[in-house]
């Protein structure tokens, strides 16, 4: 086993169990934290297979902007234990049932895709991360949608500006 | 004659009279773009902060360095003796009279014989205590005091972490002998 | 690929310099406090400490002794294990970017040619902007953790005057990007070392940076999520010990740290003015940098702290109109005309 595999498998499993204990956490702040962990662990993955611009990405836009955001609104609103509202037993388990069937079709989608299919990921040679490829793929080859997704951006931005001006 | 009463605003501020002519009026124009940058205003308090690096700054290091004190300081009460060495202090009572914040309190006694050279009078103090708690330093015990006896020298009380510190007595406040210990009476006694 | 097939001396020769460039920020932390107290002291005329050792040199020692043997409390109703993460992730964080500052150029020592930077990513500024926007962290999970109102509602100031700053200081910094084309520290100082400094070409950029560097730091005039007596302390309220401590020392560590990122961006790193440093032998060139990166980033250390003593605090209000109406479309416009520019002479 090498190097990689060792960090693989360690961050594998670190995410893993932290998106867990994101789910069983009682505390919606621990779960958040765990949250930041998950994050943590794929740029770790990010990072192993040579994608540093993604990797970095994720943590300033997720860990470091949203999840903050996040800890705003569960901090203020004082979640405990005692608010939370009982769910019965039964929302439980048809949660599981449900979950655990979106998990097995995305599993068998993944496993029987033609694409993916007799792949491995490259590790430490991969450019497809690097921000030179990334941005020549972005402005070349997908420079519409993106630009369509920075108008939706821009017109989120004004709606924000909108609601939050006082008339 | 003219009287001098402000018929409004603007008059009263003319007949309002500058006593030092350091004062300066407002400036209450709105403020233009350059002063809504802001930054000239910054940069000319950095350079008045970055001036004063370079003064001299006006402390004294105190136990090496002390303050100079004017000949008239009041500080600390001394009891003091005659050439000979012998108390002055007759525990007549004046001073306790005298004290406005009624600080010092005193027991007199006889002089017996063969104290000659102690006590230049018949009576004395036996016990003579300030509580310098209370003393204000005005030295209007000095002033009543028609001996000579007792007088407020040039150092001040020392900090204490108890009250009973502070009562002074007549060990602390005496003078030491200028017969026998030439030197620290020089010095207790200071400039005057 | 296995395990063991390391350059064992190039993880030895890391390991090293990591361990040198981090005591040597716990060092220069350290008598960040005492310089900013002489500071403070010689702009408000007074000595300052002066008791402790010739000049008050010791002075850091006794204030760390202070604080190491005050008595540490975590309060009954906190939440103890976030209470302790807090200030750790507040060093953690501010250790952090040292990594990829490059203190030097090459050093050339038993027969190996050491770099003097743990880390040349190619995504170097990344990495200091992802460390940055993880130190909020350490201020809201201490905030948090207090279990205090007080410190929840100065955890939160802090908490959103790190973020509101944080994107004026990536606007001003994309316009930097554009000039280097390049995100890796090293490069954009060995692109100073060939031309001129960035300040040259970026001297709105460096100012919005700047600015935003002071409340990133969490310094006067934007020290509002710490303001002693006025708003009742602030995240660290019910801190104590050397707990207290690392949160005020990782402030002085990201003090130092934004200073030598200052250095690097706009004052040309390690290169020494009107000097061609290729002259000189390699080793002299490398310490000959390494003093001239120290001498800037002390400058820029006394310069945080020439403002802190000149400047005002700001109201709340005032910091975030500040930082959402000033600073940010003055960052765009200059990263829009940097644009123009950088394509005009392109083309």
């Not at chain 1, 039964?90 to 068998?108: E, N, P, Q, Y």
């Not at chain 3, 960040?32 to 500071?39: G, I, L």
């Not at chain 3, 007080?150 to 955890?155: H, K, V």
């Amino acid at each position: 086993m090498g190097t990689a595999q060792i960090l693989f498998w360690s961050l594998t499993a670190l995410a893993l169990i932290s998106a867990i204990m994101v789910l069983v956490s009682k505390n919606p702040v621990y779960s958040v934290l765990w949250l930041i962990v998950v994050f943590f662990a794929i740029s770790g993955h990010y990072i192993l297979l040579n994608a540093q611009f993604l990797a970095i990405v994720n943590l300033i836009v997720y860990a470091g902007a949203i999840m903050v955001l996040f800890l705003f609104v569960i901090m203020l609103m004082n979640l405990n234990t005692e608010t939370e509202p009982q769910k019965s037993i039964w929302m439980k388990f048809f949660g599981v049932v449900a979950g655990g069937l979106l998990l097995s079709f995305f599993i068998s989608f993944v496993i029987s895709s033609a694409d993916l299919k007799g792949k491995s990921a490259q590790l430490k040679e991969g450019e497809i991360g690097l921000i030179k490829t990334l941005g020549k793929a972005l402005f070349n080859d997908y420079v519409i949608p993106f630009e369509i997704a920075s108008i939706l951006f821009l017109s989120a931005m004004v709606g924000a500006v909108v609601i939050g001006k006082k008339d | 004659m003219q009287t001098l009463i402000p018929h409004n605003a603007d008059e009263s501020r003319r007949m309002m009279q500058s006593l030092t002519n350091r004062a300066k009026p407002v400036d209450r124009r709105p403020m233009n773009f350059v002063d809504r940058l802001y930054l000239p205003a910054v940069l000319k308090g950095m350079s008045i902060t970055f001036g004063h690096i370079f003064k001299k700054p006006p402390t004294i290091k105190y136990p090496e360095q002390t303050r100079e004190f004017s000949p008239v300081f009041r500080g600390l009460h001394v009891l003091n003796r005659d050439e000979e060495g012998r108390e002055r202090c007759t525990a007549c009572g004046l001073c306790a009279v005298a004290c406005p914040a009624e600080a010092i309190t005193m027991e007199a006694a006889e002089r017996e014989p063969g104290e000659e050279n102690l006590y230049r009078e018949e009576k004395y103090a036996a016990r003579y205590e300030i509580n310098m708690l209370r003393c204000i330093f005005c030295g209007l015990c000095e002033e009543a005091c028609p001996k000579d006896a007792i007088y407020l020298s040039e150092t001040f009380a020392p900090s204490n972490f108890a009250r009973k510190g502070f009562i002074y007595g007549k060990k602390d406040l005496l003078i030491p002998n200028p017969v026998t210990q030439p030197e620290e009476y020089a010095k207790a006694k200071g400039k005057r | 690929m296995t395990l063991l097939a390391f350059d064992w001396i190039f993880l030895i020769e890391k390991l090293v310099l990591i361990v040198i460039i981090i005591s040597v920020s716990l060092v220069i932390a350290m008598y960040e406090t005492y310089a900013e107290r002489k500071v403070a002291a010689w702009i408000q005329d007074r000595v300052g400490p002066d008791r402790a050792g010739p000049w008050g040199i010791l002075q850091p020692l006794a204030d760390g002794g202070k604080l190491f043997f005050k008595e540490e409390i975590i309060p009954n109703s906190s939440n103890k294990f976030l209470f302790v993460l807090g200030p750790c992730l507040a060093m953690l964080t501010a250790m952090m970017t040292c990594a990829v500052v490059p203190w030097s150029s090459k050093l050339e020592l038993f027969g190996r040619s050491i770099d003097m930077q743990i880390a040349d990513i190619n995504i170097g500024i990344l990495y200091v902007f992802g460390v940055v926007s993880m130190g909020v962290y350490g201020i809201m999970i201490g905030g948090w953790a207090s279990n205090n109102k007080f410190s929840l509602m100065a955890a939160l100031r802090g908490a959103s005057q790190v973020i509101s700053y944080e994107l004026a200081m990536g606007l001003s910094l994309i316009a930097l990007l554009m000039l280097t084309g390049s995100l890796s520290l090293k490069t954009i100082v060995e692109q100073q070392q060939a031309g001129l400094w960035n300040i040259a070409y970026q001297p709105l950029g460096f100012l919005l940076f700047f600015v935003c560097a002071l409340a990133e730091c969490n310094r006067a005039p934007f020290d509002l999520p710490e303001a002693e007596s006025e708003l009742n302390m602030g995240y660290h309220q019910e801190y104590s010990s050397m707990k207290l401590g690392f949160y005020l020392f990782s402030e002085y560590i990201n003090m130092f740290i934004s200073s030598a990122i200052m250095a690097t961006l706009f004052f040309g790193g390690y290169d020494v003015p009107f000097l061609d440093e290729s002259k000189l032998a390699v080793n002299v060139a490398a310490i000959v940098g390494l003093v001239a990166l120290m001498l800037k980033i002390f400058f820029f250390i006394f310069l945080f702290m020439w403002v802190r003593w000149t400047l005002p605090r700001f109201r709340y209000d005032q910091l975030m109109r500040v930082g959402w109406k000033n600073m940010i479309p003055l960052a765009l416009a200059n990263m829009i005309i940097t644009a123009a520019v950088v394509l005009l002479i392109k083309k």
